[in-house]
């Protein structure tokens, strides 16, 4: 069964940079577009980013755009988010999710992961 | 970008009830509506994909309805397992956007 795990969460001064990772555990990464989303202390979801199956397209949230850059290596089942600029709103817990295709179009966020915390703060 | 709004922002309820919660885009987004349950300190889960594709896995208990800019998530009896905030989000356009939520807990 897929699993997700991220990690590079922590506490980072407004202006500074941090790269958070995704290790998928399945054996089925290459397959998948992959996204970021991230949730504020108390608040809702946000999506942040995606990218393509083979790193060839790569889509962002205005409010990270710039700023933050997916990439993943499918080699080592690895997606990453380098955070460059980091500002207290980014503050939240980021996710990673695989999305799934089911085909005649339809998609859902079926794997996700345990979550990491990055807290921007001086 | 695509607004997205829930309602109710919250409701209480028990256990047994049918429970209906709904979401609006602010323009079209033919079928490409998920919903979705998170529970605190979890990441969320999926429910419903495509608007009325019930996930694998899924008591058939939740079921979701509507095409365009109108939708609906049902449970159609609260179990206790169910309270929890539930997300809509459309993967129709870009950026995806998120509903706001909507928090069910105990009456």
């Known amino acids: 069964e897929e699993q997700l795990v991220e990690s590079g969460g922590g506490l980072v001064q407004p202006g500074g940079s941090l790269r958070l990772s995704c290790a998928d555990s399945g054996f089925t990464f290459s397959g998948f577009w992959m996204n970021w989303f991230r949730q504020a202390p108390g608040k809702g979801l946000e999506w942040v980013a995606n990218i393509k199956k083979d790193g060839s397209e790569q889509y962002y949230a205005d409010s990270v755009k710039g700023r933050f850059t997916i990439s993943r290596d499918n080699a080592k089942k690895s997606l990453y988010l380098q955070m460059n600029s980091l500002r207290a709103e980014d503050t939240a817990v980021y996710y990673c999710?695989?999305?799934?295709?089911?085909?005649?179009?339809?998609?859902?966020?079926?794997?996700w992961g345990q979550g990491t915390l990055v807290t921007v703060s001086s | 970008a695509i607004q997205m709004t829930q309602s109710p922002s919250s409701l209480s309820a028990s256990v047994g009830d049918r429970v209906t919660i709904t979401c609006r885009a602010s323009q079209g987004i033919r079928n490409d509506l998920g919903w979705y349950q998170q529970k605190p300190g979890k990441a969320p889960k999926v429910l419903i994909y495509?608007?009325?594709n019930l996930q694998a896995g899924v008591p058939s208990r939740f079921s979701g309805s509507g095409s365009g800019t109108d939708f609906t998530l049902t449970i159609s009896s609260l179990q206790p397992e169910d309270f929890a905030t539930y997300y809509c989000?459309?993967?129709?356009?870009?950026?995806?956007?998120f509903g706001p939520g909507t928090k069910v807990d105990f009456k």
């Open positions: 495509s608007a009325s």
């Open positions: 999710a695989r999305r799934y295709y089911y085909g005649s179009g339809r998609y859902s966020f079926d794997y």
């Open positions: 989000v459309q993967d129709n356009n870009y950026p995806f956007t």
